[in-house]
Nanobody, 116 residues
Framework: QVQLVESGGGLVQSGGSLRLSCAAS????????MDWYRQAPGKERELIAS???????NYADSVKGRFTISRDNAKRTAYLQMNNLKPEDTAVYYC??????????WGQGTQVTVSS
């Protein structure tokens, strides 16, 4: 059974930091790309950060310079370090994983709320 377990969300004041984790289990094949998406109320889900198996990263302009994605391949875990959080970062954050055969999986989401 495939599971992506996210943790680390919560309530933080503007300018604060949070670190999200996504631990993958039950995926048969090697994981290729690990991403973080977010969805704010009334908005579409958007891709904010990606990391490949060899560590190449990509960020949405809205989070570039504030968020850092990383991964531990041995633990099959992705992280999202979020600094200088703003109220507009409030959303449900989702982990997304693609294996080498392009099967994709989603986490259940974790709420991040940034108060002004």
């Amino acid at each position: 059974q495939v599971q992506l377990v996210e943790s680390g969300g919560g309530l933080v004041q503007s300018g604060g930091s949070l670190r999200l984790s996504c631990a993958a289990s039950g995926i048969r094949f090697r994981i290729d790309v690990m991403d973080w998406y977010r969805q704010a109320p009334g908005k579409e889900r958007e891709l904010i950060a990606s990391i490949t198996n060899d560590g190449r990263t990509n960020y949405a302009d809205s989070v570039k310079g504030r968020f850092t994605i990383s991964r531990d391949n041995a633990k099959r875990t992705a992280y999202l370090q979020m600094n200088n959080l703003k109220p507009e970062d409030t959303a449900v954050y989702y982990c997304h994983v693609r294996d080498i055969y392009t099967y994709t999986y989603w986490g259940q989401g974790t709420q991040v709320t940034v108060s002004s």
